[in-house]
Each structure stands twice: as structure tokens, then as C-alpha cells.
């Protein structure tokens, strides 16, 4: 499993890398949609790095099945966090600019992700600090990956509505397009192409919560983690679904 760490990470690296420099330079999406994407890539690229730099030290240790560095640890809980919250904020992102269809293409600073980031970052750092040792998952972390996974579970649904209904008015517009201004017909076409384009993401991202919600319930109540290395092996498995799933984040927004 370790070998397969080794190469699915580079990969994934080099797809977050190249994502997060064509985001950096494109100005077609809205500053809002724009800013929590450049996170979204900057922190799957940081959980992977983080993870195959852990991954190598633990071979170069000689004990694959060791825990690992904290500062790493902490890295990673922080990552798994902030990236299992991001999706939670693209879609109310997604949601505003679909109640505020008439004015958001017009609305260009990103006061709304500055604000969500910054919410999203001390959450991150509060879930870090409430750890406890290596390995080790709290009560607060049950709850809030608990809580997360339970909101992941309908943000498909509305991303689905929401492109649906988008089409449903854009149809409606086409025989009386003198009725809606230019910035208006654009923010519904945006609507519903970004609509399309995010449904697998929120996809992914419940598919990673459901994984980490799993085996943070493992680990708190003592299941499947006796001996040692059994608990290790877990997180190995979920680090290889987690980055696989986010390589499809990436080229999902990619395409």
C-alpha cells in the first residue's frame, strides 16, 4: 500500500499543480467561484505533498506502520478538514449566485469566500488543536465530520436542483430575451455550465467524507484498530481513495 502511496501522490501533485496554475490566470469566473477554487487545488496539493513526504519517511525509517511526524499529522487533520468544509462553501457560493442572479455578475469582490475561508481556517485550526496525541480522534471530531458528512449527503441533490431549475429559466428567457439584461443572461449561463461542472465534485467530496466519517468512528470507538499496523493500513487505504477522488475533483474543474 505504501508503494501505491508513492506513485498515486506525485500524480495527483502534478494535476492540482497544473489546475491551480490555470485557475491563477484565468479571469472568466466570478472573484467568489474564483478565490475558493485557487483553495480548493492549494489544499489538496498541501494534504499530498504532506502525505507522500510522510509516506517516504516512513520507508526511509525502516517502519512503514509508524504514525509519523506530527507537524504532518497536524497537516494532514487540517487538510482532510478544510478540504471536507470547502465543498459546504461552494455550494451556498453556488446558491447566492443563483438568488442573486440579476446583480452577482456584477457584484465583483470577493467579500463572501474572504469571509467563509477565514471561518473555514479556524475551524480547521480548532478540529488540529482538539486532536489530541498522534492518532488519536475526539469527540469533536466525531461530531463535526459527523455533521459534515450529513450536509455532503443533500448538496448533490441541490446542486442538481439548481442546475435544473437554471435550465428551466433559460429556456423560458430565450422567447423573451429583451426582457433580461446582458450580465443576467450571462450569470444564468454561467449558472447552469458551473452547475454541471460541480455536480461530480460534490460527489467526490461525499464520498471522501463518508470515508473519513467511517474511520473516525473506527478510531474513536476501537474498531479494527488493534493491533498497531491494522490502524495504520486503514489510513493508508483512505489516503489512496482520498487521492484518488481528489485527482477527479481536479480534472473535474479542469474540464
Known amino acids: 500500500m505504501g508503494v501505491i502511496e508513492l506513485i498515486t501522490h506525485p500524480i495527483i501533485i502534478c494535476i492540482s499543480l497544473i489546475n491551480l496554475s490555470i485557475l491563477i490566470t484565468s479571469n472568466i469566473l466570478h472573484p467568489n467561484l474564483w478565490l475558493l477554487l485557487i483553495f480548493q487545488s492549494s489544499i489538496i496539493s ?30 494532514s487533520l487540517f487538510t482532510n478538514m478544510a478540504r471536507n468544509i470547502i465543498g459546504h462553501i461552494l455550494l451556498i457560493e453556488r446558491m447566492l449566485a443563483n438568488f442573486m442572479v440579476r446583480k452577482y455578475e456584477n457584484w465583483r469582490k470577493p467579500h463572501f469566500s474572504c469571509f467563509s475561508l477565514l471561518i473555514l481556517f479556524l475551524f480547521s485550526t480548532l478540529n488540529v488543536l482538539t486532536n489530541g496525541k498522534s492518532w488519536n480522534t475526539t469527540l469533536i471530531n466525531l461530531v463535526s465530520n459527523s455533521f459534515l458528512l450529513f450536509c455532503s449527503s443533500f448538496e448533490f441533490l441541490i446542486i442538481g436542483s439548481i442546475g435544473v431549475k437554471n435550465l428551466k429559466k433559460y429556456k423560458k428567457l430565450l422567447p423573451n430575451t429583451e426582457d433580461y439584461s446582458l450580465s443576467e443572461k450571462y450569470q444564468l449561463t454561467e449558472n447552469i455550465r458551473t452547475s454541471k461542472q460541480l455536480a461530480p465534485v460534490f ?34 487505504v483512505l489516503f489512496v481513495f482520498t487521492s484518488i477522488f481528489e485527482g477527479m475533483i481536479e480534472i473535474t474543474v479542469l474540464t
Open 46 to 75: 498541501t494534504f499530498e505533498i504532506q502525505r507522500w513526504t510522510m509516506v517516504l519517511l516512513k520507508f526511509t525509517g525502516g517502519n512503514i506502520f509508524r504514525p509519523g511526524d506530527q507537524i504532518l499529522q497536524d497537516i
Open 203 to 236: 460527489i467526490c467530496h461525499l464520498i471522501n467524507n463518508l470515508f473519513y466519517t467511517i474511520l473516525t468512528y473506527f478510531v474513536y470507538f476501537n474498531i479494527a484498530t488493534k493491533p498497531s499496523y491494522t490502524q495504520s493500513l486503514c489510513y493508508a
